[in-house]
């Protein structure tokens, strides 16, 4: 068990596989406390910005400043440049990523802000991803917003 | 009148002021058609992610890479990183904005990634917002991730 937090977050990405959804999971940690989960949603829901950090945000709840502030965001994929906003947004002083081999997010610009990374490349989050991506390369593009 | 569709996304902050809600507005136009509207929905719907860019995209639905590419984001404040984030992620090339007095978001990160900015700084946009802020500063710190 790599980490008992991204292990939730991989959780999250097999859940969304399941329901035939793009493999990324999140959970939000508040005092080593799980307080959001979320996967993407742009297939379950037909929603072009729940991706799993924004759906686990928004499952989160709302937060004050303080509690951002207390938290660590945990993703299966390396952090998009809404993800990441909503990281800066909010303050969040780390963010734990499952993998950045499938996808590099805005990892420079979260880390040019202080926001401390690590990184852990793991195996089932990369294969998850690259199987995803080989059955169904429309579908992702659609997502990162590539042509 | 300013700008047909700036109108458009005041009217969506001002609904969401008589739903008692953060002024905020936004729209998507696409080919010259409006193709999604959105407004904050922090107090209606209990929501930390929809911002009113970003309920404005989720509204508008999902788009294709080139869809997005011909389209403008027109919104009455001045856009956070996370919103910042969510026009990079999809590759929007211009937005438009009704103010950034009130709230200066993300817009040199925009401009850095070439991104067209406009800005009105409309006097109802300004006034809408000073009003909301001097009545609920807690909640408008909430909202944008502020002590």
Redesign the interface.
């Known amino acids: 068990m790599i980490d008992k937090f991204m292990e939730e977050a991989i959780k999250q990405a097999q859940k969304s596989a399941q329901e035939g959804g793009i493999p990324i999971g999140a959970v939000l940690v508040l005092d080593e406390q799980i307080i959001g989960r979320g996967h993407n949603q ?1 297939i379950q829901k ?5 991706h799993a950090e ?1 759906d686990c ?2 499952n ?7 509690e ?1 502030k207390r938290s660590k965001l945990y993703t299966t994929l390396s952090p ?7 990281v ?4 969040i002083p780390e963010v734990i990523i499952g993998e950045n081999i499938s996808f590099l997010g ?1 990892e420079e ?1 979260l880390k040019k802000n202080g926001v401390k990374l690590y990184v852990f490349n793991d195996e089932r989050c990369v294969k998850i991803m690259k199987d995803y991506i080989e059955d169904n390369p429309k579908l992702w ?2 997502d ?4």
């Open positions: 742009r037909g929603s072009p910005t729940l924004i945000l928004e989160a709840g709302r937060l004050s400043p303080e951002y998009c440049h809404m993800c990441s906003g909503a800066l947004l909010y303050k805005a610009l593009k659609e990162i917003g590539e042509k």
